[in-house]
Every structure is written in structure tokens, then in C-alpha cells.
């Protein structure tokens, strides 16, 4: 173990960042899936113990992933999209069909199913880092540089829509960020946010679950106007967090849990605010934001340009899905299905996201590096280093 903790890199309060978080987890989710226990038939352990081995599971990734000199990811970014759409079209033609989506694909053998979104997220986020970083010279370029950048968007953009509106917008949000900074002009920025609006409107009035979409916007923006069962769920999640004071319940002493449909997953930030209080509550918001801060800090430090354009997608990709689950149980924003990274009981999702930590810290880990040793290594690359939207020679 000693061995283990002197081969950790990276920015420390990013480990310290994870630990938290995984901690909290355990609490929430052994306090909030009594419901699902007795609706499985088993015991409340049993699930428990089968979401610590993920979260083990999530943590040794990382450690590998951190490992892995982060400039490896630019090539697998390549074999990644090209198993990726495939897996997408898979998931919406076969795969398995959860709460009216089919965002799931079983891993047989296994018990296990896992959402490819997670899969694509990594994979357009790496790609598009790659593919920036290495077309500053002719980034203004059509054919050669905006039409591949923006194919992979949309395509990635619509596969994830058809069953998971709220996933495709947040990613397609975090690629238009990676393009503002990978200096794309601005013309051609809004080219791709048209065609991703067209996308858009085709998934709300034309897609499979066009139905739920319309019925989740109009319960959140005339709630009073909607049905009992329509707004069961915003309803709920308000009580609980209403209910739960300056200080809350305490731990296990949750009532809303056995009414909130997911309130292990995607309402779990209710189900903590309510045994926590609102001290509870702020102190999550506050772990994120920290998260956000000490993730800036690599972006700008990161020495070549891929880094700091991988390290800010991911980042912004995982802190940006932490507010919207956040602001769904406080209804600011209509109900989404988006789990709150690493502290929600997501499965494999718990996994991706590990990896996505653990890649954050491989590029941390090359900042500390001696600055004659990243001298030597600048030279003998040639990168381009991205600053705030600039390019600069390193």
C-alpha cells in the first residue's frame, strides 16, 4: 500500500477531491436503497457491498489511467470513436430498454449493463483534442480541419439524443467550449450550433421519446399546471429538500427516499440535503467547485496544447454534469436522468468517470515534472501550448 501511495501523481487535492466524494457516496447510497432492496428482495448490504466494489473498481482505474503518459490517449482517441458509433447505433437498435430508453447494452456474463453515452463522452472529448491540437497549423481549413470536427460532433451529437437528450446537450455544450478554445472561428462555430439546433428540434418533435421531452418541459415550466404523477418526482425531490433544515435529519433518517423514484442515482443530492441539512448541501456544491478551480489551474499550466484542450473538456464535462443534477433537485431545470459523478450509484458509470479522473491527473502529473526534463521533452516534440484561447509555441 505504501508503494501504491508513493506511485500516486498529479494534483493531490484532486486524490483528496475523489476520496470525499466516494465516501459520501457510501453514506448516501446505504441510506437510500432500501426501496430498491425490497423491490430486488435482497439485503440493503448486498447492494451496498456491490456499489463499494465499483467504487474500488473506479479508483484502481484511475490509478492506471493516471499511469498512462497522457499523449497515449491521442491514438486511442482514433479507435475509440471508431468503436463508439458503432456501440451508439447498437444501443438504440438492440439495446436494453430501461425506464422507455434504450441507453443500456448488458455485458453478458456479468449482470452488468452500461450506458455507451459514458463510452462516447470520453471518446469525442479525446478526439476532438487530438484533432485540434494537431490542425492549429491549418485550423481555419474547411475540408481539412472543420468538416471531420464537425461530422463527429453531430453524429456523436444525435446517436446520444435519440435516448438521452440531457447527456448529448451537456457533451454537445463541452465540445462547442473545446472548439471556442481550439481557436475555431467563430463563423464556423455557429455553423455547427445551427446544425446541432436543427438535430435538436428533429429529436424533441420527431424522436422516440419526443413525448417525455415535451411532458418534462411543461411540467417544469407550469408545474402547477401538471399532473399529480407528472411532477411526482420534482415534488418529491423539493420536499426532501425542503424538509431537511439547516442541519437536516441526520444520516439514515431520510423519508423522502421511500418515495423519490432513483433516489440512490438521480436524485441522490436531494436525499443529502434532506439527512445533511443545507451545511450538507453547500459542502458538495463546494467540492465541485473545487474541483472546477483546481482543474482550471492544470488547464492553463498544462505544457502542450492536447493536454490542456483534454483536461478541459473532461473537467468541464464532469463539473458541468454535477450542477445540472444538482439543479434538477433544487428544480432549477427540468427533471434529466443524469447521475451526480461519483457520488450517485451508477454502475459502470461510476467506472468511465474514474477514467476521466484519472486522465485529468495524467496531465497534472506532467506539469510537475522538473522544468529541464519538460524543456528536453518540448524540444524534442515541438508542441503548441494553448493559452486562454491563444496558441503559443512552447
Same mark, same amino acid.
Given at each position: 500500500m505504501?508503494?501504491?501511495?508513493?506511485?500516486?501523481k498529479?494534483?493531490?487535492?484532486i486524490?483528496?477531491?475523489?476520496?470525499?466524494?466516494?465516501?459520501i457516496?457510501?453514506?448516501?447510497?446505504?441510506?437510500s436503497?432500501g426501496t430498491?432492496?425490497?423491490?430486488?428482495?435482497?439485503?440493503?448490504?448486498?447492494?451496498?457491498m456491490?456499489h463499494?466494489?465499483m467504487?474500488?473498481?473506479?479508483?484502481?482505474?484511475?490509478?492506471?489511467?493516471?499511469?498512462?503518459d497522457?499523449?497515449?490517449?491521442?491514438?486511442?482517441?482514433k479507435?475509440?470513436?471508431?468503436?463508439?458509433?458503432?456501440?451508439?447505433?447498437?444501443?438504440?437498435?438492440?439495446?436494453?430498454?430501461?425506464?422507455?430508453?434504450?441507453?443500456?447494452?448488458?455485458?453478458?456474463?456479468?449482470g452488468?449493463s452500461?450506458?455507451?453515452?459514458?463510452?462516447a463522452k470520453?471518446a469525442?472529448?479525446?478526439?476532438?483534442a487530438?484533432?485540434?491540437s494537431r490542425?492549429?497549423?491549418?485550423?481555419?481549413?474547411?475540408?481539412?480541419?472543420?468538416?471531420?470536427?464537425m461530422?463527429?460532433v453531430c453524429?456523436?451529437?444525435?446517436?446520444?439524443?435519440?435516448?438521452?437528450?440531457s447527456?448529448?446537450?451537456?457533451?454537445? $455544450?463541452?465540445?462547442?467550449?473545446?472548439l471556442?478554445?481550439?481557436?475555431?472561428s467563430?463563423r464556423?462555430?455557429?455553423?455547427?450550433?445551427?446544425?446541432?439546433?436543427?438535430l435538436?428540434?428533429?429529436? !424533441?418533435?420527431?424522436?422516440?421519446?419526443?413525448h417525455?421531452?415535451?411532458?418534462?418541459?411543461?411540467?417544469?415550466m407550469?408545474?402547477?399546471?401538471?399532473?399529480?404523477?407528472?411532477?411526482?418526482q420534482?415534488?418529491?425531490?423539493?420536499?426532501?429538500?425542503?424538509? $431537511?433544515?439547516l442541519? $437536516?435529519?441526520g444520516?439514515g433518517?431520510?423519508?423522502?427516499?421511500?418515495?423519490?423514484?432513483e433516489?440512490?442515482?438521480?436524485?441522490?443530492?436531494?436525499?443529502?440535503?434532506?439527512e445533511?441539512?443545507?451545511?450538507g448541501?453547500?459542502?458538495?456544491?463546494g467540492?465541485?467547485?473545487?474541483?472546477?478551480?483546481?482543474?482550471?489551474?492544470?488547464?492553463?499550466k498544462?505544457?502542450?496544447?492536447? $493536454?490542456?484542450?483534454?483536461a478541459?473538456?473532461?473537467?468541464?464535462s464532469l463539473? !458541468?454534469q454535477?450542477?445540472?443534477?444538482?439543479?434538477?433537485?433544487?428544480?432549477?431545470?427540468?427533471?434529466t436522468?443524469?447521475?451526480?459523478?461519483?457520488?450517485?450509484?451508477?454502475?459502470?458509470? !461510476?467506472?468511465?468517470t474514474?477514467?476521466?479522473?484519472?486522465?485529468?491527473?495524467?496531465?497534472?502529473?506532467?506539469?510537475?515534472?522538473?522544468?529541464?526534463?519538460?524543456? !528536453?521533452?518540448?524540444?524534442?516534440?515541438?508542441?503548441?501550448?494553448?493559452?486562454?484561447?491563444?496558441i503559443?509555441?512552447?
Amino acid at each position: 500500500m505504501h508503494r501504491i501511495l508513493n506511485n500516486t501523481k498529479g494534483d493531490r487535492w484532486i486524490w483528496l477531491i475523489v476520496i470525499l466524494l466516494s465516501v459520501i457516496s457510501l453514506l448516501a447510497v446505504y441510506s437510500s436503497v432500501g426501496t430498491l432492496a425490497f423491490k430486488q428482495g435482497k439485503g440493503v448490504e448486498i447492494i451496498l457491498m456491490k456499489h463499494v466494489f465499483m467504487i474500488v473498481g473506479g479508483i484502481a482505474l484511475m490509478y492506471f489511467s493516471h499511469k498512462l503518459d497522457y499523449r497515449y490517449y491521442a491514438g486511442i482517441s482514433k479507435v475509440m470513436m471508431i468503436v463508439t458509433i458503432p456501440l451508439l447505433v447498437y444501443t438504440l437498435v438492440f439495446g436494453s430498454h430501461i425506464n422507455n430508453a434504450s441507453r443500456w447494452i448488458a455485458i453478458p456474463g456479468t449482470g452488468l449493463s452500461f450506458q455507451t453515452s459514458d463510452l462516447a463522452k470520453l471518446a469525442l472529448i479525446t478526439y476532438l483534442a487530438r484533432t485540434l491540437s494537431r490542425k492549429q497549423e491549418n485550423i481555419k481549413d474547411v475540408k481539412e480541419s472543420f468538416l471531420p470536427i464537425m461530422g463527429s460532433v453531430c453524429v456523436v451529437f444525435i446517436l446520444i439524443a435519440l435516448a438521452n437528450l440531457s447527456t448529448a446537450l451537456m457533451l454537445f $455544450g463541452v465540445s462547442i467550449l473545446l472548439l471556442i478554445i481550439g481557436r475555431i472561428s467563430i463563423r464556423q462555430i455557429a455553423i455547427t450550433c445551427a446544425a446541432g439546433f436543427i438535430l435538436l428540434l428533429g429529436v !424533441i418533435f420527431l424522436g422516440p421519446r419526443r413525448h417525455t421531452y415535451v411532458s418534462r418541459m411543461k411540467v417544469f415550466m407550469h408545474p402547477e399546471l401538471a399532473k399529480a404523477d407528472k411532477s411526482f418526482q420534482s415534488d418529491h425531490a423539493k420536499i426532501a429538500i425542503a424538509t $431537511g433544515g439547516l442541519f $437536516g435529519k441526520g444520516p439514515g433518517n431520510s423519508t423522502e427516499r421511500n418515495y423519490l423514484p432513483e433516489s440512490y442515482s438521480d436524485e441522490i443530492y436531494a436525499i443529502i440535503v434532506e439527512e445533511y441539512g443545507l451545511i450538507g448541501g453547500i459542502v458538495v456544491v463546494g467540492i465541485y467547485v473545487f474541483l472546477l478551480y483546481r482543474c482550471i489551474k492544470i488547464i492553463t499550466k498544462a505544457p502542450k496544447a492536447f $493536454g490542456a484542450l483534454l483536461a478541459c473538456g473532461l473537467s468541464f464535462s464532469l463539473t !458541468i454534469q454535477a450542477f445540472a443534477n444538482m439543479a434538477v433537485a433544487v428544480g432549477l431545470g427540468p427533471v434529466t436522468g443524469v447521475p451526480l459523478p461519483l457520488v450517485s450509484m451508477g454502475g459502470t458509470s !461510476i467506472l468511465f468517470t474514474s477514467i476521466a479522473f484519472g486522465i485529468i491527473l495524467s496531465v497534472s502529473k506532467d506539469i510537475e515534472e522538473p522544468k529541464k526534463d519538460k524543456t !528536453i521533452k518540448e524540444d524534442n516534440t515541438g508542441p503548441n501550448k494553448i493559452i486562454v484561447g491563444e496558441i503559443r509555441t512552447a
